[in-house]
């Protein structure tokens, strides 16, 4: 009896130093102190205690193990680690981790998470939305722009250029407005709640542009000629890297240049230089925003050197150049249509264009370095472009659906006090806070000087999958308001162009199944990359240190997402009091469960992981809902903690929670191996998968929330434009929810009338007036009556055209022979 508790005290021992992280040397000297105990209460032979200290000492005495242990494995880790190719090398390397290293740690710390600033624009960027924003806004007619002239107008344009739209990002040395990268998608989403083609006009140039490659790259030569250009918008960029043969892949990119020396003649400066150090560069592009109306085109290509005119190396690699659009050889201006939106996107191509080696971005010492610089680029702007644009989707259906959904009626009540509409409802207040808390966390990272390369695939593939969500739901909640297009329609137009999202800087597919956790476990993981670069390079003693690092953190891992699954996160620490203290629990143990179920799926399957994608995905959605939800608490503490918003921050947390979950039962259910799943289910899920998603009660208060003016309605919408004027489609809704609102009770007294066989009339207005009067409602409820009716059939009417007359002239869309 002695020797089992001292067996008992043995294990739980070492379940609480593993569950604490505890030093393999102090593990094993408690382990073997317990097992000497145990060994002399039984009288046993004390060979077994020296079978224990050999296995110890192994463990513990660096020289023997890595001959008796990790040598071995070493050799075999060699041979099944994949080959890593040039661009996976430098996607791996560019940008940084960041809060995402904490969630794939099992034990994220929460008071890092709290100490980070909350977001907050400057006096001048609080004063540039107000101001030129605003105006821009009110200047914008989206069915205009994309049914009848296909392009911003004229003067939008000139306005954009004057206000310094288009060189946000640029330093103020070079004449630009040098605002944080909060601003930047603050303005970016105000703009999207407008007009989507105005808003992809306007953040292009500022996130995916040569802009941000020449602050970071550029010479002082081209930094100093081009930047006061673009921030002036003398000069309009794109950038082209996809190719009809290249979209995801974009590393494979058949667009190549020859170092050669040849003559051209400066388009800027009318000079002609003969017998100068350049390239001939053939390609071909699709899909490039801006393209048609760009004076300047970054081009990224793969640089040859067949002649060692620059050195040994024949296979340069991607570059990256400017060229300007009117060089002799640049074919460019013709038009692509993405959905419904007409910004400017188009072709371009050229058939040996020589360009000299200094319009190389960075100049010469930079050929070959265009792979590293477009990612860690790109790592930024997909972080700000396309999530502020689903932010802007999710507040602009969240404002604009919940009005109507108190607005409209049908039998006799507004459509929202029905459960299937405020089940919608919930989904789409729950997704638009989860969008904007999970940006705004990434825009602290970008405004912390972080390139979070891993959160940047989060935010990109999450926040347009959940505005494509929100745009559905409050399509089917408008019903044929949203069906018959006109300038009273304002969902339309952004649902036809949600594909464009969905697919562009890298597709969805491919972002959830390769990019995240592909990228995302080797980044953010403590000792993956490590032990990939010791392989790499052969050392076998860094192999060591890493590979006893890694066992000692899956095996911690295993016990904390054991202990946290018995005892319902009761024991996990961190994080707030009041409301939201489970919450911080449940996330720290399903953070602990996430990275054992990594590190088991890298152990059993090795390098062929890379090749599962669908397994992949769902360690991704792992990964990605950690984050989502630790973001929202982020979000509703910089907030001030609101008592009102507790409802979006519960479906936005339980959501993520339970999706997360969802995502770690596909991954054990379709694990090959079913012993292995059995076992890992029994860690990780001891009593049962627990969580559920927000209950109806928490959905329907969000579909509350929406449906009535309040704090919390003006946080969730805030940085929307939101236009005053009644003869908006938009700017009528809020004129129209309060008239219903202060009437509702008066409609019901009117009904209550009726029903009684006191109003005589036929028609609704016929009975208002009977009901005048007869004094049953005074002038003053009269006159509120007719008016909230009046908005109200404002907001229900859709549009209708002429048959005769022609809504646009498409013209000629084809598609040019090169």
Request: charged share 20%; proline share 5%; hydrophobic share 40%.
């Amino acid at each position: 009896m002695t020797a089992l508790i001292g067996i008992a005290v043995v294990l739980v021992a070492f379940l609480v130093l593993a569950y604490r992280r505890a030093p393999l040397w102090l593990t094993s000297l408690v382990v073997l102190a317990g097992l000497g105990y145990c060994i002399a209460a039984q009288g046993a032979h004390w060979g077994w205690g020296a079978g224990a200290l050999s296995v110890l000492a192994v463990l513990n005495l660096k020289p023997l193990r890595r001959v008796i242990v990790t040598g071995p494995l070493f050799s075999v880790f060699k041979k099944i680690t994949p080959p890593m190719s040039q661009t996976e090398q430098e996607a791996i390397d560019a940008g940084t981790v960041w809060w995402d290293r904490d969630l794939f740690s099992g034990k994220p710390d929460y008071a890092k998470l709290h100490s980070y600033p909350a977001p907050k624009l400057s006096a001048e960027e609080e004063a540039f939305l107000n101001g030129p924003t605003e105006t821009l806004c009110q200047m914008l007619d989206d069915w205009q722009i994309t049914q009848e002239t296909k392009d911003l107008p004229p003067e939008v344009w000139q306005f954009i250029k004057d206000n310094g739209f288009l060189g946000m990002i640029i330093k103020k040395e070079f004449g630009g407005k040098e605002f944080s990268n909060y601003a930047h998608a603050r303005v970016v989403t105000k703009i999207a709640t407008r007009s989507g083609s105005a808003a992809v006009t306007v953040m292009v140039p500022n996130s995916l542009g040569p802009g941000e490659l020449l602050q970071h790259y550029g010479t002082d030569a081209q930094k100093n000629y081009y930047l006061p250009r673009l921030a002036k918008g003398i000069d309009i960029p794109c950038f082209a890297l996809t190719s009809p043969e290249a979209g995801s892949d974009a590393g494979g990119i058949p667009d190549y240049g020859i170092v050669c020396r040849g003559s051209y003649t400066d388009p800027r400066t009318g000079e002609k230089h003969d017998n100068v150090l350049g390239m001939r560069v053939t390609w071909e592009k699709r899909y490039i925003t801006l393209g048609p109306v760009a004076t300047v085109l970054g081009l990224a290509f793969k640089l040859y050197d067949p002649e060692h005119l620059l050195g040994e190396k024949e296979d340069i690699g991607i570059t990256c150049a400017l060229i300007p659009t009117n060089h002799e050889g640049v074919s460019i201006g013709r038009r692509h249509y993405p959905g419904t939106a007409t910004f400017q996107n188009g072709p371009n191509w050229g058939k040996d264009v020589f360009i000299p080696m200094d319009w190389i971005i960075g100049g010469k010492d930079y050929v070959g370095q265009g792979w590293r610089m477009l990612v860690e680029c790109l790592s930024v702007g997909r972080c700000i472009s396309l999530p502020a644009m689903s932010v802007a989707s999710g507040k602009l259906a969240s404002y604009t659906t919940g009005a109507y959904a108190r607005i409209r009626n049908q039998f006799g009540m507004s459509i929202g006090k029905f459960e299937g509409v405020d089940e919608a409802l919930g989904r789409i207040g729950g997704f638009t806070y989860q969008m904007d808390a999970a940006q705004r966390l990434a825009l602290t990272a970008l405004d912390l000087g972080e390139k979070p390369s891993v959160l940047s695939g989060i935010l990109k593939y999450h926040n347009t999958e959940r505005m494509r969500k929100t745009i559905n739901d409050a399509m089917d909640v408008h019903a044929g308001k949203a069906v018959c297009t006109g300038p009273r329609n304002y969902l339309a137009l952004g649902y036809g162009a949600i594909p464009v999202a969905i697919t562009v800087e890298g597709a969805n597919i491919l972002t959830r199944s390769m990019i995240i956790f592909g990228q995302g476990a080797i980044r953010c993981h403590p000792f993956v990359l490590k032990e990939m670069r010791a392989a790499m390079g052969n050392d076998g003693k860094a192999f060591d240190d890493a590979v006893i690092g890694h066992i000692g953190f899956t095996v911690s891992n295993a016990v904390r997402a054991l202990v946290l699954g018995v005892s319902g996160a009761k024991l996990a620490g961190g994080g707030k009091n009041g409301p939201t203290a489970q919450y911080y629990r449940d996330i720290t143990r399903m953070s602990s469960a996430f990275a054992f179920l990594a590190d088991m799926g890298m152990a059993s399957l090795g390098g062929s992981l890379k090749f599962k994608e669908k397994l992949s995905a769902r360690l991704g959605d792992m990964l990605s809902n950690l984050y989502i939800a630790t973001a929202s608490l982020k979000k509703f503490e910089d907030d001030g903690a609101p008592a009102d918003d507790l409802p979006l921050l519960r479906w936005a947390v339980e959501t993520a929670l339970f999706d997360c979950q969802e995502a770690m039962n596909g991954f054990l259910a379709n694990h090959p191996s079913g012993a292995l799943a059995w076992m890992m289910r029994r860690v990780v899920f001891p009593l049962g998968a627990s969580y559920k998603p927000a209950s109806d009660r928490t959905g329907t208060q969000v579909a509350k929330l929406l449906m009535e003016p309040s704090a919390a309605r003006d946080r969730l919408v805030h940085y929307m434009y939101r236009s005053k004027d009644e003869n908006d489609a938009v700017g009528v809704l809020e004129h129209a929810l309060k008239a219903v609102i202060e009437t509702e009770a008066l409609e019901g007294k009117l009904r209550s009338a009726q029903r009684k066989g006191q109003l005589v009339g036929i028609t609704a207005q016929d009975k208002l007036d009977d009901a005048r009067n007869k004094g049953l409602i005074n002038d003053i409820e009269f006159a509120a009556v007719q008016r909230a009716r009046r908005l109200k059939r404002e907001v229900i009417m859709v549009d209708d055209f002429d048959p005769q007359l022609a809504m646009a002239d498409s013209g000629a869309i084809h598609r040019k022979v090169i």
